[in-house]
């Protein structure tokens, strides 16, 4: 892979709605680095976990496994089969599995988020349903909620995009009203 402009990878969103969506439609599969980045742009503690459940199926290192499971889900013959080769075959949840599935099939799927759970007011517990055929009907209505309750212009990622932005700002709004008092003390150092 030839990284070129490093800058490109600060805005990482971007990186992976462009380059990755168009190389994984382009080569039916991701590298180890490109498939990582979703990782960490979804939720970086969960880099070393994901690693450890890819390699735990035999695989000597990261570049077969994630080849492996990328190709599973391009050959799959439809969204729930996709869902269902993350969560059933590969062992990852569906706040994962989703993100995954958004940046490959950004029209097909939505980022499974607690912050949207909240807007809707629902689906807090989908991701805890262990009968997969159940979970993916839940999901869907997720979906079917994420699509109703937004702007209607908007494609589904900028949807799912503004429920999340719409959760912080109430939050932010509220914590500003309330003098932080709600709030923990951690601080984070960001760039």
């Known amino acids: 892979m030839d990284e070129g402009d490093y800058r490109k990878f600060y805005h990482l969103e971007s990186y992976l709605f462009g380059e990755v969506t168009r190389r994984f439609s382009e080569m039916g599969k991701l590298t180890a680095f490109d498939f990582f980045c979703i990782i960490i742009w979804k939720a970086n503690r969960a880099k070393s976990k994901i690693a450890r459940r890819l390699l735990e199926k035999g695989y000597d290192n990261l570049e077969p496994a994630v080849a492996a499971l990328t190709q599973e889900i391009a050959v799959a013959k439809n969204p729930k089969a996709r869902l269902k080769v993350l969560i059933k075959n590969w ?6 599995a989703s993100a995954i599935l958004t940046v490959l099939y950004p029209n097909d799927f939505s980022v499974y ?32 909620e994420v699509r109703e309750l937004t702007p209607p212009e908007y494609k589904l990622r900028n949807k799912d995009r503004w429920l999340w932005g719409k959760s912080f700002f109430t939050q932010l709004t509220d914590d500003i009203h309330d003098n932080f008092s709600r709030a923990g003390d951690e601080e984070d150092s960001g760039t």
């Open 91 to 96: 062992k990852i949840r569906l706040p994962m």
């Open 113 to 144: 988020d607690v912050r949207v759970c909240d807007q809707l007011g629902c689906f807090h517990n989908t991701q805890n349903k262990t009968n997969f055929d159940v979970q993916w009907d839940e999901y869907q209505r997720y979906v079917s």
